[in-house]
């Protein structure tokens, strides 16, 4: 599975981003979607993550009621809508993704990754 992340730039705090997600080839295997970030001298972390179905998200605290993922299947994309950003969600987003089922993946867990896009936030 290929992922091809777009949607990243800089905004000011109180902002919104829209990150986009495409995928391309063997995607009936895919199971669920993850969006994962870095911010620099840090490690990468888990932000959301969605089923391929669409049926089940879930988010790190610390973007809860900020962030929103959604899934589009004709399209073959997964959307992040980033609202209320904040300077400390400065970092590069990437997506991945799990073939086979799996409802809990850890972020090892996720077989194909996407090259990242990065998002700046400013106070």
């Known amino acids: 599975v290929q992922l091809q992340a777009s949607g990243g730039g800089l905004v000011q705090a109180g902002g919104s981003l829209r990150l986009s997600c495409a995928a391309s080839g063997r995607i009936f295997r895919v199971y669920k979607m993850g969006w994962f970030r870095q911010a620099p001298g840090k490690e990468r972390e888990f932000v959301a993550a969605i089923t391929w179905s669409g049926g089940s998200t879930s988010y790190a605290d610390s973007v809860k009621g900020r962030f929103t993922v959604s899934g589009d299947n004709a399209r073959r994309r997964v959307n992040l809508q980033m609202n209320s950003l904040k300077p400390e969600d400065t970092a590069v987003y990437y997506c991945?993704?799990?073939?086979?089922?799996?409802?809990?993946?850890?972020?090892?867990?996720?077989?194909?990754w996407g090259q990242g896009t990065q998002v700046t936030v400013s106070s």
């Open positions: 991945a993704a799990t073939r086979g089922y799996n409802p809990s993946p850890r972020q090892d867990d996720y077989d194909d």
